[in-house]
């Protein structure tokens, strides 16, 4: 016994050796020790994918809100790229997610493992997921050209590689022995960089049929549909087939480091699940819109987790996860804002349950090396996939109301790049500490910065009007008694209509009923934002509690009172007996904002 000396699962094993009772104590000790009930050459998985592939086609083809009748009235045709109603509200839950990330990827990299490989705060369930997500968000909401978003992702990869190699340098590391090592946390970008080039067509195409809800489908989104669905088909071949290179001798690609390698050796299984839902995505966009496609997409990739389990390294590679952000956002999801309102009311409830579904006495990146029984893995899995409903139907809603996130985002780029960089330069965690503590120079930054931006804008006083006026000469000086009339007739109107602003910008979240038209059903709105002021009312940001989509409510203001106007005809009776010029006729204007 001197010279027996145990693995580390071993030792795990000889620790937590008390009996099973699948709640508390499951079969699996740590994650990637031990045997899986099932692996990616079964013929259980051989049956498994090409069938959960075939049903979420089924539940995408019969859940299209295109054959609805009130479809127009649910999502009208708008003659944008599907963006730009959305850039009128900043979405600072994408900002905080991201920074959170990264926080978290900081410590994890610089010496603070124990965090992931304990699960604490479920950080294996919504770090990366989350990280994923939120690129594929960012990526629908780009308007820049393809190669310039890849461009600039090749400089993030760069600097932030030419830093981890600067790194190994001093710390004494043969970068050449092993490049990959090297790259670490940048192979992030570069899998983004990848996946962003597999999927730009699907961004076109989601963009097109938001446009487009019942037009028949192009010829490039049907060539591109094909092209996916080719892939696919060949992928799923060599899977069902039995063909793998499991088995054979894994050492040759281990210099590829442990993500690449088990992607690799995982080709057919990995290609057939991603280029998959890349083809359903298309082939649904050939079909028409569909609001539930987000949800489906969810199911069909976590059922594949937790059914075909496999190792994957050294990286979640998350393809998957990146079409569902985009699908999500530019589709996005059906009752959305009833589940995120659900979620938002009742998360403490939520806290205790996450409690008990979680694996205390399971150790290890469980996101990497999967858990031994599909009972485990569906545990995990679904922590997962309710904190990633939480983040896509806006339960993490957050504002920004002292600017902090400008400051923030750019710290969290720095920190993403040269965090490995000062982890292998200095001993933990000083590598850590120098990252977090540069928080404040990047605040300091950002202070200085807008003190130089407003010193070039100083308030216009009377006196300025004034030399303006005598130095400019009468075009400046009608100019700026233009502006100034204008200011005093709005501060007239505002005097004799008594505090609307007030009434409109502390809104209380009112629920109205609203009259449908030409034969649709009548909605339920609820406010959700103050939008704008008008000279005879405000402009309210509304939610429909049937369908979550997002309008636009005038509300106007007469003597007896706020009113709203429930029907076409309505509106039109309460301009003609309020003398409201500036009515559209339109109780409720359509817009998506997001």
């Known amino acids: 016994m001197e010279d027996f000396h145990p693995t580390e699962c071993q030792l795990w094993e000889l620790v937590n050796s008390e009996t099973i009772d699948n709640l508390y104590r499951t079969a ?72 959170a990330c990264v926080f978290c990827v900081v410590s994890e990299h610089s010496g603070g493992r124990i965090f992931s490989d304990r699960n604490l ?21 780009s308007k820049s050209r393809l190669w310039k978003y890849e461009l600039r992702l090749f400089v993030v990869l760069a600097v932030g590689t030419l830093a981890n190699a600067i790194g190994d340098l001093v710390h004494g590391n043969d970068i050449m022995k092993n490049p990959f090592y090297t790259v670490y946390q940048m192979a992030y970008v570069a899998v983004i960089m990848i996946v962003s080039l597999l999927v730009a067509p699907i961004k076109e195409a989601l963009q097109w049929r938001a446009r487009n809800p019942r037009a028949p489908a192009t010829w490039p989104l049907r060539v591109s549909a094909v092209v996916y669905g080719l892939v696919t088909a060949l992928a799923l071949t060599f899977f069902v087939g039995g063909w793998s290179l499991r088995g054979g001798d894994d050492s040759r690609f281990q210099n590829l480091g442990g993500g690449g390698a088990d992607a690799l050796l995982e080709a057919p299984l990995f290609i057939s699940r991603s280029f998959g839902l890349f083809f359903l995505v298309s082939l649904t966009a050939c079909w028409g819109y569909c609001s539930s496609a987000g949800w489906i997409l969810m199911i069909i990739s976590y059922a594949g987790h937790v059914l075909i389990p496999y190792q994957k390294g050294g990286h979640p590679l998350g393809p998957d996860l990146f079409l569902i952000g985009m699908v999500s956002h530019q589709w996005p999801l059906k009752h959305k804002a009833q589940v995120g309102r659900w979620l938002r009311c009742y998360w403490p409830p939520l806290v205790p349950a996450f409690l008990l579904n979680s694996m205390a006495y399971v150790s290890g990146r469980c996101d990497l090396h999967p858990l031994n029984t599909t009972w485990e893995r569906f545990r995990f899995r679904f922590n997962e996939s309710v904190l990633l409903t939480a983040l896509l139907c806006g339960a993490f809603a957050a504002d920004d109301p002292y600017k902090a996130t400008p400051w923030l985002n750019l710290w969290a780029l720095y920190a993403y790049c040269f965090h490995v960089c000062w982890a292998r330069m200095l001993p933990t965690p000083y590598g850590a500490v120098l990252t977090y503590f540069s928080l404040p120079l990047f605040y300091l930054l950002h202070k200085l910065r807008r003190r130089r931006r407003d010193a070039h804008e100083e308030p216009a006083t009377p006196e300025s009007h004034d030399e303006a006026s005598e130095q400019l000469g009468p075009a400046a000086a009608a100019a700026a008694s233009i502006r100034s009339g204008v200011k005093e007739v709005k501060k007239s109107v505002k005097e004799n209509l008594g505090n609307v602003t007030a009434t409109a910008a502390s809104f209380s979240a009112e629920t109205h009923q609203l009259q449908g038209v030409n034969g649709a059903p009548a909605r339920e709105v609820t406010e959700v934002a103050f939008l704008a002021e008008g000279a005879f009312g405000a402009v309210m940001k509304v939610s429909c509690n049937r369908t979550g989509e997002k309008f636009a409510l005038k509300k106007i203001s007469c003597m007896e009172g706020v009113q709203v106007a429930s029907s076409f005809e309505a509106a039109e009776r309460e301009a003609k007996v309020h003398g409201s010029s500036l009515w559209s006729g339109s109780s409720l204007v359509d817009s998506s904002w997001s």
């Open 28 to 99: 699996t000790v740590r994650c990637g020790c031990g045997e899986l009930d099932n692996d990616s050459r079964t013929i259980f998985s051989r049956i498994a994918l090409p069938l959960i592939l075939a049903l979420g086609t089924l539940a995408l083809r019969t859940t299209l809100d295109g054959d609805r009748e009130d479809y127009a009235d649910v999502r009208p045709t708008e003659k944008t790229d599907g963006n730009e109603s959305r850039g009128k509200e900043r979405m600072y839950w994408l900002d905080y997610a991201r920074i």
């Open 121 to 141: 705060l479920w950080v294996q369930q919504w770090v990366v997921p989350f990280l994923y997500v939120v690129s594929g968000i960012s990526f629908m909401l």
